[in-house]
């Protein structure tokens, strides 16, 4: 069993930074592989980024490369998601998973999820 908790999200004027969060119990949290999603209403939920199995080199879709960062700090359980130059189209909901087997880009390889926060982007 694992939990997962987002928060950080909020309403930011396009241009500006957000930093989520998403705090874990229940595992391992340093030997675990974490990523953030991304899911707006009527619309298929989207990767966002991950840290590898080695967790040196993360992945990020296109959409946010240059712009998300994905960090984590093991002693508080937390893993971080960065986000700069934030868009209107960056609007939606967000959501942290714990990764269980599989592509780590694919939110069927992730069986523990956070319950979400809002992001906000205006034009």
């Known amino acids: 069993q694992v939990q997962l908790v987002e928060s950080g999200g909020g309403l930011v004027q396009g241009g500006g930074s957000l930093r989520l969060s998403c705090a874990a119990s229940?595992?391992?949290?340093?030997?675990?592989?974490m990523a953030w999603f991304r899911q707006a209403p009527g619309k298929e939920r989207e990767f966002v980024a991950a840290d590898t199995l080695s967790r040196s080199v993360p992945y990020y879709s296109d959409s946010v490369k240059g712009r998300f960062t994905i960090s984590r700090d093991n002693a508080k359980n937390t893993v971080y998601l960065q986000m700069n130059s934030l868009k209107p189209e960056d609007t939606t909901v967000y959501y942290c998973a714990a990764f269980t087997s599989g592509d780590l880009r694919n939110a069927n390889s992730y069986t523990y999820w956070g319950q979400g926060t809002q992001v906000t982007v205006s034009s």
């Open positions: 229940g595992r391992s949290f340093s030997s675990a592989t």
